[in-house]
């Protein structure tokens, strides 16, 4: 059974920048494509940013392109998501995502990702 735990959630002021970390356990990081999303208040959850398994090629929406970053340390098995230059509208519970098929892309896909944690929060104030 995988498990996905986000940390690094917290108040953070616009303009700033935020890290936020995801520990999976029960698998091996390289065979797990791995994704962070997000859900603001009153709004669906949405994709940010994801890594596949194998290659660690990365994948971001247009919403957040040159302002984030996806990596992880294999030894470690953690992923992590930078956002720089945040914006009030980020506001949101960010979730991280792990993608179990064998084949694992950096889907932006809910539907692609078979474990999921439980959000961190994050608040960006002005």
């Known amino acids: 059974q995988v498990q996905v735990a986000e940390s690094g959630g917290g108040l953070v002021q616009a303009g700033g920048s935020l890290r936020l970390s995801c520990v999976v356990s029960?698998?091996?990081?390289?065979?797990?494509?791995m994704g962070w999303f997000r859900r603001a208040p009153g709004k669906e959850r949405e994709f940010v940013a994801a890594i596949s398994g194998n290659a660690g090629m990365p994948r971001y929406a247009d919403s957040v392109k040159g302002r984030v970053s996806i990596s992880r340390e294999l030894a470690n098995d953690t992923v992590y998501l930078q956002l720089n230059s945040v914006k009030l509208e980020e506001t949101a519970v960010y979730y991280c995502?792990?993608?179990?098929?064998?084949?694992?892309?950096?889907?932006?896909?809910?539907?692609?990702?078979?474990?999921w944690g439980r959000g961190t929060q994050v608040t960006v104030s002005s």
């Open positions: 029960g698998r091996s990081l390289q065979m797990l494509a």
């Open positions: 995502a792990a993608d179990a098929s064998p084949y694992g892309i950096a889907s932006l896909r809910e539907i692609e990702y078979d474990y």
